[in-house]
């Protein structure tokens, strides 16, 4: 008997044997069905439990052989970070390898590992890759194993760190392999045909008109028979040997035509698939583009939204995959000029992004440059690119970025009208993430103008819609958006403190720098008005320099205010140069509070400066500002600094003033400078016209989620607006009852009518994973009449239990006898 049929252990015992100093690269060769990778699988698990090393397999197949592509691989596998490729994006193929290549080796250098790369092509492509890949593992302390037909020599295989081993099938093992594949059922052979190299359980191909239940089981069982194998957890292959076997009656170009097909229509299924694409990204990346190698009718439609679903979840590696395989499939890159300068946008560099886009007049293109110059801080001239798109057409994207640049100004006349178009319009066009930010934009406008129960409702809602389409970088900015809003309700308890110290680090994880600056400044603010100013201060300078990296005027321009506030003594000189940095930017409520807080205080403010800024908050209908000059200028001691005292307490929820002394006026809330209450003589934020809330409808999840099939408490609770502040429900509202409607797989009890007195509670078990949806009716127990209905989503993970309700706050109707009140 060979060597190379020894039994497996020995094989691996002797080629462990050889695993000393330099010795790191093995070459695994043999006729396909030889047990090639099963060796490699073995070799690679015993010596990363001997050196304690990570194992990451790349399976090669049928994928493109470009050496950049397994460069960006090795980086996307080994979950190394992204952002050091953002300059890539937009440079030349070669810029893209250097700084794939030395990303990689800095990786690896820093973290190494195991790497199994399987089914290495036999051609000079395989020896290329193979080539590339020692060059790149060479003084990292990396073991690199390969597999592949035939012994694949380099020009540097003769030295003493590269072992070839050659690995043979005994006949009966072969055949027993090809007897079991010929008994496979036809959805083996649809494989074998498919050019798509993974697949995963999840992932239903569009064969055999298998329900998702079916494929699973389906994959499963071939798994288990040994005709798959594994690529990485949860994803398969058909094994290489098979692939050949099982379609000998077809001619390339019938196996061509008959791979087309399938791609084509898993192309037209998967935009209909809500959620991330997460670890599926690399292989649709392949699908895109096997689509424009073929020239396939939809590659365009699938490539342009399969890269602006990469750019909503910041991954970075795979977009660049994209953009690499564009290149050598000859086909139009222009198509990804916007996805890419997006990306680079989102990675901090959009004075970089805005240059890419100069001269190209598409309505993405314009709506994506007035984004740019938003996020550098040109508030004054972002919006000047949107006036060149038809104002006949209503355009969802143009109206909610109009919308955002105006409430980051200040300026927020027209922002609802704005907001409430550009939901309509994604709605009529069934754009759901269009729709998703526009609905988180409205959030932010509500907040701003100090309603922070109507933001929250809206911030919940576009969470859900965000990672109902994927969006990992919207559903980041929710999360500390959702912070700032329980901050204003409830103060900085300890678990909102917590949720807040940890969201800037999920918009770090998806490259998004500059999302990173605005969460960890609020984390500065809220540390200030919490009373721990040296905390406060300390984060605010990381703020800074993130903001600087982008940089972001407006980011920068608001942190030196706070910075300026913070700092013992004259304070003057800091505020002059705030007030210039604002000035940059055409950020019209920032000047205005600079001003405001340049003079000395009480005793002696400079009134010029504090009738310039009176002036200024008057100009934006900011009544709250107005007030605060007065109690500035007059002190709150005085008559009509009492009276602006009682005016502002009424401007913002409880939780803002909660900690003011007035009789010991030193300073404002950080808090508040980023607010412009609506009018000061609404006491609940409510927009003019608007008849205020005398409650607002609660729900709270009272227990740890439940498996599906278990048990959850529902809490309803009736709580009082703020203008009713110190009364209860029952005073404010007539005799309540609720009752809940499941609408999806699940079960509410109880099913009937039950009395509130302030709370109800009700049962919730829901019969599968998923999202489930309640709406809770709420009625005048005397006439019947419903006063308010709610709904709520929770989400069922699988047996393993749910998320948090989604309580959004929804406000109730004032009774006639209230309003009169």
């Given amino acids: 008997m060979s060597e190379s049929w020894m039994d497996r252990d020995v094989q691996v015992r002797r080629l462990m044997s050889r695993l000393r100093g330099t010795r790191r690269v093995f070459v695994l060769y043999g006729l396909p069905g030889s047990g090639r990778s099963a060796l490699a699988e073995e070799l690679a698990h015993e010596a990363g439990a001997t050196l ?109 760190d590269v072992t070839q081993h050659q690995v ?42 298998l329900s998702p239940a079916e494929w699973r089981e389906a994959v499963e069982g071939l798994h288990q028979e040994g005709l798959l194998q594994q690529a990485r957890p949860g994803w398969y292959e058909l094994r290489p040997a098979l692939r050949a076997q099982l379609v000998p009656d077809h001619t390339p170009d019938e196996l061509r035509s008959d791979s087309q097909r399938l791609d084509s229509a898993l192309s037209r299924a998967v935009p209909r698939e809500p959620g991330a694409l997460d670890d599926a990204a690399e292989p649709y990346v392949d699908l895109a583009l096997r689509l424009c190698r073929s020239r396939e009718a939809n590659s365009r439609e699938f490539t342009t939204w399969l890269a602006h679903q990469l750019v909503g979840e910041g991954a970075l590696l795979p977009l660049l995959m994209l953009r690499a395989g564009l290149g050598h499939a000859a086909y139009d890159r222009d198509i990804l000029r916007v ?29 994506e440059l007035a984004l740019a110059r938003h996020h550098m801080g040109q508030l004054d001239t972002a919006e000047v690119p949107l006036d060149a798109l038809p104002a006949d057409l209503p355009d969802g994207w143009a109206l909610h970025t109009r919308a955002s640049i105006r409430t980051d100004r200040g300026e927020l006349r027209e922002v609802g009208r704005l907001l409430r178009r550009a939901i309509e319009t994604h709605q009529v066009h069934g754009d759901r993430r269009g729709e998703a930010w526009a609905v988180f934009h409205y959030g932010r406008w509500r907040l701003m103008c100090g309603d922070p129960e109507e933001a929250l409702k809206r911030f919940e809602t576009a969470r859900f819609a965000f990672r109902d389409v994927g969006d990992v970088v919207g559903a980041a900015w929710t999360s500390t958006e959702l912070c700032r809003a329980e901050l204003l309700l409830n103060g900085a308890r300890t678990e909102v403190m917590l949720e807040l110290k940890a969201t800037p680090l999920a918009h770090r994880e998806h490259g998004d720098v500059r999302g990173e600056a605005w969460a960890t400044l609020l984390q500065g603010v809220a540390y200030a008005d919490a009373d721990l100013p040296g ?13 600087e990296s982008v940089p972001d005027r407006l980011g920068i321009a608001w942190t030196r205010h706070h910075l300026a506030w913070l700092t013992k ?35 002696g403010a400079d009134r010029a400066q504090l009738d310039e800024a009176q002036s200024r908050f008057e100009a934006l209908d900011d009544t709250a500002g107005v007030q605060w000059v007065a109690v500035v200028r007059d002190g709150p001691g005085s008559s009509r600094g009492a009276r602006a005292v009682r005016a502002l307490t009424s401007c913002y929820p409880r939780p803002v003033l909660k900690n003011m002394e007035w009789d010991d006026f030193d300073t404002i809330p950080l808090m508040v400078r980023h607010l412009l209450p609506e009018t000061a003589a609404s006491p609940d934020g409510a927009p003019p016209g608007e008849v205020s809330p005398a409650a607002f409808v609660r729900l709270a999840l009272l227990d740890d989620s439940p498996a599906t099939g278990g048990e959850a408490r529902i809490v309803l609770r009736v ?31 109880p099913t009937h009518s039950v009395p509130v007195n302030g709370t109800a509670l009700f049962r919730f ?48 109707p004032t009774p006639a006898f209230a309003q009169g009140a």
């Fill in 765 to 812: 078990t829901p019969y599968q994973p998923g999202r489930h949806r309640i709406r809770f009716t709420i009625e005048d127990a005397e006439s019947n009449s419903v006063l308010q209905q709610v709904e709520t989503e929770i989400e069922v993970i699988g047996t393993t239990g749910t998320a948090p309700v989604s309580a959004a706050p929804q406000p109730m």
């Fill in 535 to 547: 905390s406060a201060a300390h984060v605010l300078l990381q703020t800074l320099r993130l903001f």
């Fill in 569 to 603: 003594g004259d304070r003057t000189a800091a505020l002059r140069r705030v007030l210039d940095a604002f000035d940059e930017t055409g950020c019209l409520n920032g000047p205005a509070w600079t001003l405001l807080l340049q003079g000395p205080g009480r005793a």
């Fill in 339 to 367: 996805p890419l300068a997006a990306a680079v946008r989102q990675t901090g560099q959009p004075q970089t992004a805005a240059e890419a886009l100069a001269g190209i007049d598409t309505p993405d293109a314009i709506r």
């Fill in 719 to 749: 709580e009082p607006g703020r203008e009713y502040s110190g009364a209860t429900s029952e005073e404010l509202l007539p005799p309540l009852t609720a009752w809940a409607t499941p609408l999806t797989h699940a079960d509410v009890d």
């Fill in 52 to 160: 304690s090393l990570p194992v990451h397999w790349l399976s090669l197949g049928v994928r493109t052989a470009a050496p950049e592509r397994l460069v960006l691989r090795l980086l996307l596998t080994s979950g190394a970070a992204q952002t050091e490729l953002g300059p890539a994006l937009l440079s030349t193929p070669e810029v893209l390898a250097g700084l794939a290549a030395a990303a990689c080796q800095n990786h690896f250098r820093a973290h190494p590992a195991v790497i199994v790369l399987d089914d290495l092509p036999e051609d000079t492509d395989g020896k290329d890759l193979l080539r590339t890949a020692v060059r790149l593992l060479e003084n990292t302390g990396c073991v690199l194993i390969a597999t592949t037909t035939r012994a694949i020599r380099t020009s540097n295989s003769d030295r003493s």
């Fill in 168 to 209: 043979d099938l005994t006949p009966e093992a072969y055949q027993d392999l090809l007897s079991t594949a010929r008994r496979a059922p036809a959805l083996l052979r649809t494989l074998a045909v498919w050019e798509g190299a993974e697949f995963s359980p999840d992932m239903t191909l569009p064969v055999e008109d």
